[in-house]
């Protein structure tokens, strides 16, 4: 009887992250998280307004290459109205870390001028299933997720910016006219998350 | 020349190599080189064929830990993306993806790809109409590595290949990486290997996942189970291949689905992997169905390790019935489609009567229905009907059984494979034959006393038995598309349109068992024996007409020789079936000769198997598994081509 328990036990453990609702459609898993400036973010203060989620990582070639070229930055631009919000989930043990004061400066250097959250525990990367660095998500403004996946459809960033498929942009013009994003869901790439 | 001068030439030969990465000559660029890794570009010819295919390679060497990645790089990553130039000569090369291995990532990712070396075979097919730049004054070089000692008769050409390459290789930390990689390719007649990188090739090949067709004895079942209750599960068997600690399930990428990790079960006949799948939208309702492409690695039959692969279009099913066993609920359809399919293929099946040995199978009867006793035309054409109506029914029941073992199936797909195309030959001839007189099986010959006389039941339902195989020959469009609707659908389905198309074929005789009266339309000679045998006669030469289109057909699917061969073997099949009616004889020499004739038709069959020119098919894209650098130039080493 124990032994059955605990197994029910691990066994919903075991399951808790498939519940989390990543998947288009289900309520964005919640977060309170500091920014690199120190500012603390919640989602459930963002009730109401269309939210962009960016896994991000400036030691990531893939995360760094859009903000040479300035995907997101001017993304965030042109959509004013969106709250942009990146993420780095970077774990404090990995090479790839770096302190708030020195992402938020290396982001200021960079043009990044919206807030990017630190998730020093990955627990809100988990919560997301967040994959790769950049991966993104479109939170509506009912608070479900309405875009999960990639930036655009050029991975290596071979075609010039104007013939790329901006996933995200088009998410987010669809959701500006009351539609769902068409895809909603497409396969991230990137590097790892370094969790 | 002394030893140090020569050290010297040779160090200032590298280092001009080094300071100037230029297009190098023959079967390999050069080594493109960062960090953690190089790449080259290779193609297995010295000297390619100017037309048809034609096998290059991106060979990657990686430091260690490092990975390049699979068409579906995992959790992360990307795969290497190539485009190649001039576009006009090498067309769309297609990259192909060798067995990939899983590499677990922090954070319970993982990664799906390649580690230390890897070659991505590619696969050109160099267009006849664009002729490459003449060559300068080819060097002599070539022919002192080794190679085979025979020169090219004609100045090769010089193809400039240009490769875009974009990839990213991992550790756990990513760089990408982006070379343009060149290569001087001369082309001409003859095509001859490079014995260093078709050898690379060669096992790069070998290295790709195999079809489930290619492999004897080994099949696979897989199932999507979308039990509401929990994760949609899907069920990957293999059967007939010994499973390992190291076997491994590797999925491509789903629009609907994304898959979690598998967990195995190895079993005595093979292994069993399942996998949860996670809706990617929580409130779509799943497809019907849904493309599952995968490959299984490290298997091994008979003594050989190979990894499987296979791609399918498999239905979601609501229960516990997978849709391997057929019972599985239908998902709701569009009833206009379906209506609208069945009623092509009834229009298709309808017109098939108009193909050659068809129409003439179709003409003899109606004669000699005609000829008959009024009052039994009623029965001969519902004993014909019936014949094509249960012929239909095998013919799905085959369709079903080759979509199943993940052959190619589909209404022309059968035209796709030489074994059945010669069968059909065979077919048409002895149709033919039959209707020239001279092969009396019980169809519509005539009888003992040369007239047309009452001909049995039995006869009229062989007739319709062989007007559906007979039609199988003639890919008509209305077909396509219900059949490759149906198979997606599933058993019941393929079976209710091949019976709508067989309907189609005998709409001819449906309508005679209906209104009888309608033959009185056809003329009758006024004597038996009058001016009927030489229609039946003439209407052999269609039969003989609709033959030679299917040995048309087959001439692109079996060597020059093959063709020659399986022709010569109809020939002699009709001429012992001349023989047997012309000379009638012993009973033992009749029956020598019909048993001579049985093993000629066996000939041809076995004649369209063994000088085919592609290997036998398998699901996805059909590969060889052998390199050739040209059709009439099998790789030392590789299997026989031509």
């Not at chain 1, 964005?28 to 991000?56: H, I, N, Q, R, Y």
């Not at chain 1, 608070?143 to 498929?165: Q, T």
């Not at chain 2, 490290?298 to 229960?319: C, I, T, W, Y």
């Not at chain 2, 057929?326 to 206009?336: F, L, M, N």
Request: hydrophobic share 45%; net charge positive.
């Amino acid at each position: 009887m124990r032994r059955t328990l605990l197994s029910l036990a691990i066994l919903s453990l075991a399951a808790a992250p498939v519940f989390a609702g990543n998947a288009v459609g289900d309520t964005a898993p919640a977060f309170k998280l500091t920014a690199m400036d120190g500012k603390t973010w919640s989602l459930a203060d963002l009730k109401g307004k269309t939210v962009v989620l960016e896994w991000a990582n400036p030691n990531c070639p893939v995360s760094a290459r859009h903000t040479r070229e300035k995907t997101m930055i001017e993304l965030s631009k042109q959509y004013g109205e969106v709250v942009w919000l990146g993420v780095n989930s970077t774990n404090p043990n990995s090479g790839d870390y770096m302190k708030p004061a020195d992402e938020l400066a290396w982001n200021q250097k960079n043009g990044i001028n919206y807030a990017v959250l630190a998730d020093p525990t990955g627990a809100t990367g988990h919560a997301y299933d967040a994959k790769t660095t950049p991966h993104m998500f479109i939170i509506d403004k009912n608070g479900k997720i309405a875009y999960n996946g990639a930036i655009d459809d050029d991975p290596p960033g071979r075609k010039p910016k104007a013939e790329r498929v901006g996933y995200v942009g088009h998410g987010l013009d669809a959701q500006k006219a009351g539609k769902s994003p068409d895809p909603a869901s497409t396969h991230p790439y990137g590097c790892s998350v370094k969790y | 020349m002394t030893a140090p001068r020569i050290v010297l030439i040779a160090a200032a030969a590298s280092l001009t190599l080094l300071a100037a990465p230029r297009a190098s000559r023959g079967a390999a660029s050069a080594w493109s080189v960062n960090d953690p890794s190089q790449v080259r570009l290779i193609t297995a010819a010295k000297v390619a064929p100017t037309t048809g295919e034609m096998w290059m390679g991106l060979q990657f060497r990686l430091k260690p830990g490092w990975h390049v990645y699979w068409k579906n790089s995992g959790d992360a990553g990307y795969p290497p993306a190539v485009t190649f130039q001039p576009e006009d000569v090498l067309g769309k090369p297609e990259i192909q993806w060798p067995a990939p291995q899983r590499f677990d990532l922090p954070g319970g990712l993982v990664a799906f790809g390649y580690e230390k070396e890897v070659i991505y075979p590619i696969r050109a097919r160099l267009q006849p109409a664009a002729a490459p730049t003449p060559a300068p004054t080819p060097s002599p070089t070539p022919a002192a590595q080794g190679a085979p000692s025979t020169q090219p008769n004609t100045l090769p050409n010089l193809l400039k290949i240009t490769a875009d390459l974009d990839y990213l290789v991992c550790q756990v930390d990513c760089i990408p990486f982006r070379y343009t990689l060149t290569l001087d390719q001369p082309v001409g007649i003859p095509a001859l290997p490079d014995p260093e990188t078709s050898g690379l090739l060669q096992s790069a090949l070998e290295r790709l996942p195999k079809g489930v067709g290619e492999m004897a004895g080994v099949t696979t079942e897989v199932a999507l189970d979308a039990n509401p209750s929990a994760l949609p599960d899907l069920e990957i068997r293999v059967r007939g291949a010994r499973a390992d600690a190291k076997t491994d399930l590797f999925l491509e990428t789903n629009d609907a689905l994304e898959a979690g990790r598998p967990r195995m079960k190895v079993v005595s006949d093979g292994v069993v992997f399942h996998v949860a799948m996670k809706p990617k939208e929580a409130n779509k309702p799943l497809p019907a169905h849904t493309p599952i492409a995968w490959t299984v690695t490290h298997l091994e039959a008979k003594g050989h390790p190979f990894s499987l692969e296979a791609r399918r279009d498999v239905e979601v099913s609501g229960g516990v019935a997978g849709p391997a066993t057929g019972s599985s609920p239908q998902p709701p359809a569009s009833r206009e489609r379906l209506a609208r399919l069945l009623l092509s293929a009834f229009l298709g099946g309808a017109l098939l009567n108009l193909m050659p040995p068809v129409l003439a199978l179709l003409l003899a009867e109606l004669f000699v229905l005609r000829a008959g006793e009024r009052g039994k035309v009623r029965e001969g054409a519902a004993a014909a009907a019936t014949g094509i109506v249960g012929s239909a029914w095998l013919v799905a029941l085959l369709a079903v059984a080759a979509h199943r073992a993940g052959l190619p199936a589909g209404w022309g797909a059968q035209l796709q494979e030489p074994v059945l195309v010669a069968f059909l030959a065979v077919l048409s001839a002895l149709v033919a034959l039959n209707l020239w007189g001279v092969v009396e099986v019980p169809l519509v010959s005539p009888d003992s006393a040369g007239s047309i006389g009452t001909s049995g039941t039995g006869r009229h339902l062989l007739a319709g038995l062989v007007a559906m195989p007979l039609a199988l020959a003639w890919p008509v469009p209305q077909l396509r598309e219900p059949v490759s609707y149906a198979l997606g659908r599933g058993p019941a389905t393929v079976t209710a349109v091949f019976a709508v198309a067989g309907f189609g074929l005998a709409l001819p005789y449906l309508l005679l068992a209906v209104v009888p009266a309608l033959l009185r339309a056809f003329p009758i000679p006024a004597s038996a024996g009058g001016w009927l045998p030489r229609v039946r006669e003439g209407l052999g030469f269609l039969a003989g007409a609709g033959a030679f289109w299917v040995l048309y057909a087959l001439s692109h699917q079996v060597s020059a020789e093959g063709i020659a061969f399986i022709e010569l073997t109809l020939l002699a099949m009709s001429l012992l079936a001349w023989l047997r009616h012309r000379e009638g004889g012993g009973r033992t020499f009749r029956a020598v000769l019909a048993v001579g004739l049985l093993a000629c038709a066996a000939g041809a069959l076995w004649l369209a198997d063994h000088n085919r020119l592609a290997p036998r098919a398998w699901p996805a894209a059909p590969l060889p598994t052998t390199l050739t650098t040209g059709p009439n130039n099998p790789i030392p080493g590789g299997k026989k081509n031509a």
